[in-house]
C-alpha cells in the first residue's frame, strides 16, 4: 500500500497555522511579481468577492486569485465564488507550488477561460439546510 505524502500533493492538506503561512508567501509571491512590474497592488482578501489582490498597471486591471500550494503539484481547493468570479474577463488565477521554499517557489498563471480548460473542478462538500 503506497503512503501518501501529504507535502507532495496541492493545497489544503496542512495544519492551519501552515496553511496561512503558505498563502502569505504566495499572495507575498504574486504581489512582488507585479510591484516589480510598475504596477500596484491592493489586497480585497477580507472582501470576499471570489479573488485575492486588485492588480493594475496603466489601465490594466487583473482581479487576481492566489492560491498557495505547500508541495509541487498545481491542485488546490476554489470556492464556488472563486469559480463565479472565473467568469470575469480580468479574473486570474496563480498557484504558488513550494511557497515556503525561495528556492523551489514557482507560480503558475491561468487566465479564466484557462481555468476552466486545463482543471477538472469537483465537488468536495455540500451546503446542507436543514428542510422546514
Known sequence: KKEIVY???????????????????????????????????????????????????????????????????????????????SANENFVLCAVTSALSEEKRQPHWFRAKELKDQFTLEPISYNAVLRK
Open 7 to 85: 507535502e507532495s500533493l496541492g493545497a489544503g492538506f496542512g495544519d492551519s497555522k501552515t496553511n496561512r503561512e503558505v498563502e502569505q508567501a504566495a499572495i507575498n509571491c504574486v504581489t512582488g511579481h507585479y510591484k516589480n512590474r510598475g504596477g500596484s497592488v491592493k489586497s480585497v482578501e477580507s472582501e470576499k468577492c471570489g479573488y485575492d489582490l486588485l492588480c493594475t498597471k496603466d489601465l490594466q486591471e487583473e482581479h487576481v486569485e492566489v492560491k498557495g500550494i505547500q508541495g509541487e503539484v498545481v491542485a488546490f481547493i476554489i470556492t464556488a465564488n472563486e469559480v463565479k468570479q
